[in-house]
T-cell receptor, first 119, second 119 residues
Framework: AQTVTQSQPEMSVQEAETVTLSCTYD???????LFWYKQPPSRQMILVIR??????QNATENRFSVNFQKAAKSFSLKISDSQLGDAAMYFC????????????????FGKGTHLIIQP | DTEVTQTPKHLVMGMTNKKSLKCEQH?????MYWYKQKAKKPPELMFV???????INESVPSRFSPECPNSSLLNLHLHALQPEDSALYLC??????????????????FGQGTRLTVV
């Protein structure tokens, strides 16, 4: 079974600064998908960024970028020019490419990192 | 339309009540999910429906009964719940559950959840 570890329960950053949230995972699969989801106080889980494991190029979405290190099984999220609206819980998630039976093959989530933006 | 709509947003029910949570999406997604999320924890997968058939039941107690009347709707029927069942219940959908190999076919879209309190 896959596991996802987010070692930072809480992070704080000044508005307009850059912050990096860490995520590591454990898997024996060679092909998979990784995601960062954001959950603001509104509760909705919003997809921030997606990375396919077969792609070597790191994904980027505006101020959000990832540092994907497949060999190290690391998938960190960098938020540049932090804004007050970025304050939320951030969950790193793993997904297998195919259902292999016998258990959970939806998203496997890390425990989350609570990001605080200080004005 | 990239929305997953959940109703009600809040629900308070007694332990002898019967209630239902509803989820709707019009993105043509063929996989729909129920997750349970306790405070400051990541979502936990409960059920997966793929092509309107129940594909995964993560050993959820029978007091939770899912139903998928059609490809756009997902219900969760609640009966004789316990106070420890109080949580945020999230619905999600994705294009396809069993085959995630296609580009753009991977992420799950979440609703805003139903905050359930069992008294």
């Amino acid at each position: 079974a896959q596991t996802v570890t987010q070692s930072q329960p809480e992070m704080s950053v000044q508005e307009a600064e850059t912050v990096t949230l860490s995520c590591t995972y454990d898997t024996s699969e060679s092909d998979y998908y990784l995601f960062w989801y954001k959950q603001p106080p509104s509760r909705q889980m919003i997809l921030v960024i997606r990375q396919e494991a077969y792609k070597q190029q790191n994904a980027t979405e505006n101020r959000f970028s990832v540092n994907f290190q497949k060999a190290a099984k690391s998938f960190s999220l960098k938020i540049s020019d932090s804004q007050l609206g970025d304050a939320a819980m951030y969950f790193c998630a793993y997904r297998s490419p195919q259902y292999s039976g016998g258990g959970a093959d939806g998203l496997t989530f890390g425990k989350g990192t609570h990001l605080i933006i200080q004005p | 339309d990239t929305e997953v709509t959940q109703t009600p947003k809040h629900l308070v029910m007694g332990m002898t009540n019967k209630k239902s949570l509803k989820c709707e999406q019009h993105m043509g997604h063929r996989a729909m999910y129920w997750y349970k999320q306790k405070a400051k924890k990541p979502p936990e997968l409960m059920f997966v429906y793929s092509y309107e058939k129940l594909s995964i039941n993560e050993s959820v107690p029978s007091r939770f009964s899912p139903e998928c009347p059609n490809s756009s709707l997902l219900n969760l029927h609640l009966h004789a719940l316990q106070p420890e069942d109080s949580a945020l219940y999230l619905c999600a959908s994705s294009q396809d559950f069993f085959d995630l190999g296609l580009e753009g076919n991977t992420e799950a879209f979440f609703g805003q959840g139903t905050r359930l309190t069992v008294v």
